[in-house]
């Protein structure tokens, strides 16, 4: 089975650039996450999808950040402009269900914002 | 509000020591709780869950932890470390605010097997 993918694996910008990342989770799995993990801490829920439908973006910085899950499969995070505090790996994750805490992690897109 | 507190951020032991890292919870119920380990460079990987079965959870790769209600801890043992077991390691309590679950994650363990 494959895992959840993601790409790409290193970014490196400048501060008020922006970045696109994408993740194609599990097939068959309703639920897709996207959380950010600052070096030192754990990771930090961004945005949470059922579906195509948003169930939780209460941590999103909406003022420069935004995704999408158009057609309930894969997704996409934006940042726009990106700040020097963004530098982060972004970790894709997904699971069966929204109520299970079984999620299946990807291996994260590294950002560096110079 | 739920929270989840890793008692030591770096762990080092040696090769075929046993292995323990502490992790508390904060819940006004008993929680869903789970650890995670995430090598380097990887994504995370669930290691065991605790949702409110056995208090004596195993895991993939000899690991083990016990939910202790009165102690509001859940630690992760394994008997005898392998240089493998290096890695990072969240523990993480599950709540249902809503209709959907939410996820604390611990700010993470550090594991270090040394020779």
């Known amino acids: 089975e494959a895992g959840v993918a993601q790409s790409p694996r290193y970014k490196i910008i400048e501060k008020r650039q922006s970045v696109a990342f994408w993740c194609n989770p599990i097939?068959?799995?309703?639920?897709l996450y996207w959380y950010q993990q600052i070096l030192g801490q754990g990771p930090k829920l961004l945005i949470q999808f059922q579906n195509n439908g948003v169930v939780d973006d209460s941590q999103l910085p909406k003022d420069r950040f935004s995704a999408e899950r158009l057609k309930g499969v894969d997704s996409t995070l934006k940042i726009q402009p990106a700040k020097l505090e963004d530098s982060a790996v972004y970790l894709c994750a997904s699971s069966l269900a929204t109520e299970t805490g079984e999620l299946f992690f990807g291996e994260g897109s590294r950002l560096t914002v110079l | 509000a739920q929270s989840v507190t890793q008692l030591d951020s770096h762990v080092s032991v040696s090769e075929g020591t046993p292995v323990l890292l502490r992790c508390n919870y904060s819940?006004?119920?008993?929680?869903?709780l789970f650890w995670y380990v995430q090598h380097p460079n990887k994504g995370l990987q669930l290691l065991l869950k605790y949702t409110s079965a056995a208090t004596l959870v195993k895991g993939i790769n000899g690991f083990e932890a016990e939910f202790k209600k009165s102690e509001t801890s859940f630690h992760l043992t394994k008997p005898s470390a392998h240089m493998s077991d290096a890695a990072e390691y969240f523990c993480v309590a599950q709540s249902f605010p809503g209709t959907a679950s939410k996820l604390t994650f611990g700010t993470g363990t550090r594991l270090q097997v040394t020779l």
């Open positions: 819940s006004s119920y008993s929680p869903s």
């Open positions: 097939s068959g799995h309703a639920t």
